[in-house]
């Protein structure tokens, strides 16, 4: 597999907790149930998927520097750091792939503390509020900028 065929997801803090708790706003659906939807959807268009989930900031970053190597995009759920991590946004603008941000609830409509994101404006794709299915269109629409970039 070229590094041109394959996808970084990142699922950041408490997402391994999907499924367990608060189905309310984040629906049955587990972590292994996002990894395995992500997968099939990129497989559709030939790309593979390394995943990633961690509690721990370091280790996003270390598996976004990692990307560099031989991803060509990264979608990614960064959980809480979303409205907390200038260092996370800093390896997603460092690292220069394209970055598709996903929310499983819609943080436009939630607490006013959720509604910032400091990832977003490094993200080229953005898909919130549409549930775990969100991944698969977040997939299918950074496929779609990767795509336009070879092409162009
Ligand atoms: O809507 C999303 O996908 C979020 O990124 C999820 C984060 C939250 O901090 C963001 O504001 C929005 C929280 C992930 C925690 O997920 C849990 C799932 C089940 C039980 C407990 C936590």
Redesign the pocket.
């Known amino acids: 597999m070229t590094p041109s065929h394959r996808l970084l997801l990142v699922n950041g803090p408490?997402?391994n907790?999907?499924g367990?708790?608060?189905p309310e706003v984040?629906g049955h659906e587990t972590l292994e149930d996002v990894e395995r939807l992500v997968t099939a959807t990129a497989a559709q268009s030939g790309f593979e998927v390394r995943a990633v989930q961690s509690n721990h900031e370091g280790v996003l970053i270390d598996a976004i520097h990692a990307a560099r190597e031989d991803c060509t995009g990264i979608v990614i759920?960064?959980?809480?750091l979303?409205?907390t991590s200038v260092v996370l946004r800093d390896a997603l603008s460092g690292v220069a792939l394209p970055v598709a941000e996903v929310?499983?609830?819609d943080?436009s409509r939630r607490e006013p503390f959720?509604q910032h994101s400091y990832v977003a404006d490094v993200a080229l794709v953005h898909v919130m509020g549409e549930g775990v299915q969100g991944y698969a269109s977040a997939v299918e629409r950074l496929i779609d900028v990767i795509a336009g970039q070879a092409d162009g």
């Open positions: 408490n997402l907790l999907l367990t708790r608060e984040y759920n960064p959980g809480g979303t409205h929310h499983i609830s943080i959720r």
